[in-house]
Every structure is written in C-alpha cells, then in structure tokens.
C-alpha cells in the first residue's frame, strides 16, 4: 500500500514536503518514484529514486527546484518542492513498479498511491 500526503494549495514560489507512507512489501529493495496529473493532461514522471539512494533522476521541468529522498528505516518516500509554478498543479502519485525494478516510464511504474493535490495559485 501507499499513501501519499502533504498535499495543499501554496502560492507562486512557495515549498511544500510531499510524503508517501508505503508498506505491504520490502520498502528498501523497491526503487520509487513520484508522477503527476495536471488536470485534463496525462501522467507524467516527476522523479525516481533506487533503494539506496544513489541513482535519482528528475524530470527537466523539476529538477532545479525538487528533490526526491526516501527513509528507509520509515518505510517513506518524499518529494521536496521548491519554486512552486501554476505548472506544477496536479494530483501527485508515488509509484513503483510491481517488481521494485528503476524506471522512468509513467506506464511501467504500475503500482500507486491515491495521490496528494497539489495546487499553485495566488
């Protein structure tokens, strides 16, 4: 299971801490990953982290701005925003893919969460 939080609305600049609770599998041995949905467009991939924490990948879009980290003794995920823009509006998801393996592909990372809302307006 995984349980996103740490949504909310925040103004243009703003931060905000997403963070994904996960449990039912081996936490440590699954790479993650963060994908959103603005409204009206497809999922798209945020970042992904492996289970050591020393291969992370973020979208072009983000990765000046987020940060994706994990806890592995907490079983947690999360994904630090800065620089918030109206374009980061969306439903966020954590995700893996049912076999832990890394990825980057939105369709592969199969397995989420019901997703946090993030919303960017003044």
């Known amino acids: 299971q995984l349980v996103e939080s740490g949504g909310d609305l925040v103004q243009p600049g703003g931060s905000l801490r997403l963070s994904c609770a996960a449990s039912?599998?081996?936490?440590?041995?699954?790479?993650m990953a963060w994908v959103r949905q603005a409204p009206g467009k497809e999922l798209e991939w945020v970042c992904s982290i492996n289970g050591a924490s020393n291969f992370v990948r973020c979208a072009d879009s983000v990765k000046e701005r987020f940060t994706v980290s994990r806890d592995n003794t907490k079983d947690t995920l999360y994904l630090q925003m800065n620089s918030l823009k109206s374009d980061d509006t969306g439903l966020y998801y954590c995700?893996?893919?049912?076999?832990?393996?890394?990825?980057?592909?939105?369709?592969?990372?199969?397995?989420r969460g019901q997703g946090t809302q993030v919303t960017v307006s003044s």
């Open positions: 039912g599998f081996t936490f440590s041995d699954h790479a």
């Open positions: 995700a893996t893919r049912p076999r832990g393996g890394w990825s980057r592909v939105v369709e592969e990372l199969s397995y």
